[in-house]
């Protein structure tokens, strides 16, 4: 079984500092790990992967993630927080070693940057 | 989210009621999956196919019911037998090539 934490529902930041979004990871075989964001009443967006090579992943919008194996997480990193960041953010997990595709999702992070 | 569209954005049901959610894409993904999202749970898989003529169950698969008859099209039927369908359904496609799921805009369907 596979499975995601976002310990925090919510994340509060001031614009122009940095923001980080927690997520930890749990999977037999090796992860692949995702994060995505969502606005209001949309979809999701794809920010960024990590399957293999470079623990650091740099994705879309100026965001980057660190895959961390000892401790199993990929936590969400911008150097400097937008208005416009304030979503909801997903991370999420799947097998690499199974033929099952589909992902399985945190409950979600709530990012707040207040002007 | 472009390729992948989905019909209605907002649908009401009444209660007893079969409804289908349309999801199509032009991407030529052959994978494609269906979520739902319930506020504060995330998604939970209800039915994936990962090609035409086969697919899954999922996590949460009571109630739904689905088809792949065509490579582009995968709708989600919504039975009766649901006892709590409001929520927000979401259908994916993976590409083969790049192992990256991309969502449709969703459709939001509320039980009258």
């Known amino acids: 079984a596979q499975s995601v934490a976002q310990p925090e529902d919510q994340v509060n930041v001031a614009e122009g500092n940095p923001l980080t979004v927690k997520c930890t990871y749990s999977?037999?075989?090796?992860?692949?790990l995702f994060w995505y964001v969502q606005y209001p009443n949309r979809g999701l967006q794809f920010l960024l992967k990590y399957i293999t090579g470079d623990n650091l992943v740099k994705g879309s919008y100026g965001f980057e993630a660190e895959f961390n194996k000892s401790q199993t997480s990929f936590h969400l990193k911008k150097p400097s927080a937008l208005v416009s960041d304030s979503a909801l953010y997903f991370c999420a997990v799947r097998d690499g070693g199974t033929g099952r595709r589909a992902l399985t999702f945190g409950s979600g992070t709530r990012l707040q940057v207040q002007p | 989210d472009g390729g992948i569209t989905q019909s209605p954005k907002y649908l009401f049901r009444k209660e007893g009621q079969n409804v289908t959610l349309s999801c199509e894409q032009n991407l030529n993904h052959d994978a494609m999956y269906w979520y739902r999202q319930d506020p504060g749970q995330g998604l939970r898989l209800i039915y994936y196919s990962q090609i035409v003529n086969d697919f899954q169950k999922g996590d949460i698969a009571e109630g739904y019911s689905v088809s792949r008859e065509k490579k582009e099209s995968f709708p989600l039927t919504v039975t009766s037998a649901q006892k709590n369908p409001t929520a927000f359904y979401l259908c994916a496609t993976t590409s083969g090539s790049t192992d990256t799921q991309y969502f449709g805009p969703g459709t939001r369907l509320t039980v009258l």
């Open positions: 999977v037999s075989g090796n992860p692949y």
